[in-house]
């Protein structure tokens, strides 16, 4: 969290921090800037101190970071990445319209027309410029808009740069 204080700056003002439990944090920006009305994020951990850690890393569990904003106005289209096998997609998959086409891969993406399927390419081109680990992209017309879960960023790479992709990502997926 303390890398993360140089870069917030670019997504909102001040930020307030509540636990959730021993393996999770919430971190909610006030005053978000453009394109976003709201920016939340999650970090969860690896559950390190209990029995079942083992257990939970062989189905994939990892430290994460979850970036969730909501964006001024609803996207155009709407489509959800997913690295395949990760906890990020065991999550998600069952909620998704069973309308959606997908394309599997390393990556899959599960897209509505071919419009979002070129925006989501789109953008994770954009993130993987950025050396962005995606293991979730999701652009909806619901709220969050937007969410992009990685790993724990580099903490050798200014926080800025971060952040910054990220804002890049959202004012992206408006065009």
Not at 10 to 23: A, F, I, N, Y
Not at 64 to 69: E, K, N, P, V, Y
Not at 78 to 89: M, N
Not at 116 to 123: G, I
């Amino acid at each position: 969290m303390q890398w993360m204080q140089s870069g917030l700056p670019l997504l909102g003002g001040r930020t307030s921090v509540r636990w959730l439990g021993s393996t999770a944090v919430e971190m909610v920006l006030s005053d978000p800037k453009p394109p976003f009305s709201r920016v939340t994020l999650v970090i969860f951990l690896e559950p390190r101190d209990l029995p079942w850690w083992p257990v939970a890393r062989a189905l994939g569990r990892r430290d994460l970071l979850i970036i969730r904003g909501t964006l001024r106005r609803a996207p155009a289209v709407e489509f959800e990445v997913f690295e395949a096998g990760s906890w990020s997609e065991r999550d998600a998959l069952p909620r998704l319209p069973r309308s959606w086409s997908a394309r599997k891969g390393e990556q899959s993406v599960h897209y509505d027309g071919t419009t979002a399927l070129e925006r989501a390419d789109a953008l994770l081109e954009r993130a993987k410029d950025a050396a962005l680990a995606v293991k979730r992209l999701s652009l909806r017309r619901s709220e969050p808009h937007l969410q992009l879960h990685v790993p724990l960023p580099d903490r050798q790479r200014p926080a800025h740069e971060f952040f910054e992709a990220f804002h890049l990502l959202a004012e992206f997926a408006l065009r």
